[in-house]
């Protein structure tokens, strides 16, 4: 799989090759839905695709179908949440057509805002070899500012470390204030807000002084750097003319905003998602992602895959009662 690498590029338009013949038989290969998915090259796009409607071979027909009008693979990002899916698909992608699909720049939302850093990370205040903490490193951060603030010492039980991170974490990839999340998620230390808070900036602080980043810090900055650089911003969504998003009701509110920073220059969004079906709801996602895209991208066309290869109709008939009863409005 191709690693990212960024570059400047010239900016004039996109001329695409149409070829006399594809080698791939993509009307008979697919069905109707996966074909208009597939086919529907320029503009946004929002394909609705439920466990077992074909979604993977959809994204990895398109990959194929993209290369094939002439558009180069470096200019083709496709996103997902595992490298492994996005090294599946273009496994699958060069399979299925050659070895160019290996060149597409595929990979986490978490790799690209890493490799973008690395490079315009100083524009930031941030030095090319910065740490990047995990889950346990950030924790153990948290339970070093404890100590040092001298919580851990209080008559009253403050929060552990584990509980301390899981806080901040939501609180940035929800955009939610901390107050809001401890009254959700932990009521009991509610009386604790201005410590807590006070411990949160500590951390914010520390990282900052000692070159760090965590999981988080990475979408953030990366949002940031397409926020208030331009010229970096141009750049990228010249360099990435077509952006495909996997399992989209998995992102939060910040990657549904790195998404429309990258593609502000030419609006080549197809994002693939489940609309009642969310597993990374603990990261912050939110399926109004899927619900608000046309309001993010008013000219977005939505495509339905929806014929199952998996169950039986029966079985369907009632999973999508079960669904229509309990899925939110965008309202709620």
């Known amino acids: 799989m191709k690693k990212f690498t960024l570059k400047s590029l010239p900016t004039d338009n996109l001329r695409l090759v149409h070829p006399q013949k594809f080698v791939i038989d993509y009307k008979n290969e697919l069905n109707e839905a996966q074909y208009e998915a597939v086919t529907s090259v320029d503009g946004p796009h929002l394909v609705i695709a439920g466990a077992g409607t074909g979604k ?3 994204i990895v027909y398109r990959v194929a179908y993209l290369v ?4 180069k693979p470096e200019h083709i990002l496709l996103l997902t949440f595992t490298r492994k899916a996005a090294q599946e698909m ?3 992608a060069t399979i299925a057509l050659d070895s160019r699909c290996d060149r597409v720049a595929g990979g986490t939302f978490h790799s690209f805002a890493n490799t973008v850093l690395r490079k315009h990370g100083s524009l930031l205040a941030y030095e090319r070899n910065y740490t990047i903490l995990d889950q346990t490193d950030g924790e153990d951060v948290m339970n070093l500012l404890r100590t040092r603030m001298k919580y851990d010492t209080r008559d ?11 806080l901040y974490s939501r609180s940035v990839n929800t955009m939610t204030p901390l107050g809001a999340m401890l009254m959700e998620d932990y009521p009991q230390y509610i009386e604790l807000e201005t410590e807590i808070n006070a411990l949160h900036q500590a951390y914010v602080l520390y990282k900052r002084e000692h070159n760090m980043m965590d999981y988080d810090d990475l979408l953030l900055n990366l949002a940031k750097l397409l926020q208030h650089h331009t010229a970096v911003r141009a750049m990228l969504s010249e360099q990435y003319k077509y952006i495909m998003v996997d399992e989209y009701q998995d992102t939060n509110r910040i990657q549904a905003e790195i998404v429309k920073l990258l593609a502000y220059k030419h609006q080549n969004v197809m ?4 609309d009642a079906q969310s597993i990374y709801s603990f990261r912050g996602s939110t399926i109004k992602n899927i619900l608000e895209f046309g309001e993010m ?3 977005a066309k939505t495509i339905k895959l929806e014929e199952n290869f998996r169950s039986t109709q029966p079985i369907l008939n009632l999973a999508n009662e079960i669904l229509k009863r309990g899925t939110p409005t965008p309202e709620e």
């Open 68 to 71: 094939e009008l002439g558009v």
């Open 156 to 166: 009253k039980r403050f929060p552990r470390k584990e509980a301390l991170f899981d």
């Open 297 to 299: 991208f008013p000219e």
């Open 271 to 274: 994002v693939v998602g489940d």
């Open 56 to 58: 993977t071979r959809t």
């Open 90 to 92: 273009q496994r699958r």
